[in-house]
Nanobody, 121 residues
Framework: VQLQASGGGLVQAGGSLRLSCAVS???????MAWYRQTPGTQRELVAR??????????NYPDSVKGRFIISRDNTKNTGYLQMDSLKPEDTAIYYC??????????????WGQGTLVTVSS
């Protein structure tokens, strides 16, 4: 399973970006998530989408709630993170990851490479 993140870039404060995370190797997913990290800090969860007995659920930390939306297009096997009202403190490398199922490995966590988001003031 491979995850390819894209969509990062430079944006002014108040602007928007949409990150994409293309998945290959399986279409069976349990959850997808976006994390971010800045130098010297721990990786922070910014959005998670999961499916289970309650259907599709999403969760966000307070720092991005109301500004970020995570989604997934099953027809494209791709996850997205829509980021609006961006702030300079959102500047970070954003990583996508998720839990996917394959016949060989069963359910397992996978990570993609990061994409840099820079928000200028």
């Amino acid at each position: 399973v491979q995850l390819q993140a894209s969509g990062g870039g430079l944006v002014q404060a108040g602007g928007s970006l949409r990150l994409s995370c293309a998945v290959s190797g399986t279409t069976v997913w349990n959850s997808m998530a976006w994390y971010r990290q800045t130098p010297g800090t721990q990786r922070e969860l910014v959005a998670r989408i999961a499916r289970g007995s309650l259907g599709i659920t999403t969760n966000y930390p307070d720092s991005v709630k109301g500004r970020f939306i995570i989604s997934r297009d099953n027809t494209k096997n791709t996850g997205y993170l829509q980021m609006d009202s961006l702030k300079p403190e959102d500047t970070a490398i954003y990583y996508c990851g998720g839990n996917f199922w394959t016949p060989a490995q069963g359910s397992k966590d996978y990570w993609g490479q990061g994409t840099l988001v820079t928000v200028s003031s």
